[in-house]
């Protein structure tokens, strides 16, 4: 019963937010943009000027999954800093559902619907080019992504005005994502460091294993530092 009041109350203080409505509202509009890019732009382009662009199919399907993901962390983060200038974390903190409870209720809000788009984003491009476990592996790493800017964002920033400053920088991680097109081996060795990176090369390789390890690995890390870095704040 806590849980669908909280959720409740979630889609009531983000539709109260002009920014956070479109943010949450942004990832099926970035789908429906590239769909018509697909479908209308890049074989005109093709027609007029030969250039195929299917060799960097991989780039931009991997940055629709980061910006939808991305876009779902921001609303994240603002809605926990909302709650931090209200006093409202500390309230929920002394329910039922304590701190730990409380930041699961707060970062799985979106994660579940980065789930959801990226599932559309699936059956929108590619879902049968790809195996179905790894489909849920995307699934599982773009929530993962989402809570990871979610609390980078609420770590970083002192109030939403600063967040969204904050939300356009972290907006360039998604630029790892498209670093060994520069072939630049310092750059790419930089890049192992970070998610984005590892989305690019997964979705190029699916079926390696190696590199879902390492992808479920690297997000794993960000996310486990994030909440340590959190529960000292907060204690």
Not at 10 to 19: A, E
Not at 89 to 101: C, K, N, Y
Request: a positive charge; hydrophobic letters at 55%; charged letters at 10%.
């Amino acid at each position: 019963m806590i849980q669908i009041t909280l959720f409740r109350n979630d889609i009531k203080q983000i539709l109260r937010d002009p920014v956070m409505t479109l943010l949450l509202v942004a990832p099926l509009l970035l789908i429906i943009v590239f769909k018509i890019v697909e479908v209308v732009l890049i074989p005109f382009l093709m027609q007029k000027t030969g250039f195929d662009v299917m060799p960097y199919a991989s780039y931009v399907f991997s940055f629709i999954l980061l910006m939808n993901s991305g876009m779902l962390g921001i609303v994240t983060g603002f809605m926990m800093l909302d709650e931090r200038d209200g006093n409202i974390a500390q309230l929920l903190e002394v329910t039922p559902l304590g701190r730990s409870g409380y930041l699961i209720n707060r970062l799985s809000f979106a994660s579940i619907l980065s789930i959801l788009y990226c599932l559309v984003s699936f059956a929108v491009f590619r879902l049968a080019e790809l195996p179905f476990y790894s489909v849920i592996l995307f699934c599982l790493l773009s929530a993962i992504y989402t809570a990871i800017i979610g609390l980078l964002i609420y770590s970083g920033a002192d109030d939403k005005v600063k967040g969204l400053t904050y939300a356009k920088g972290l907006n360039s991680l998604v630029l790892f994502a498209f670093t060994d097109l520069f072939a630049l081996n310092w750059l790419t060795f930089i890049s192992w460091f970070f998610p984005p990176y590892w989305i690019t090369m997964m979705i190029k390789s699916p079926y390696s294993f190696t590199y879902a390890c390492i992808a479920m690995l690297v997000h794993v890390i960000w996310l486990g530092f994030l909440i340590f870095r959190y529960a000292k704040r907060e204690s």
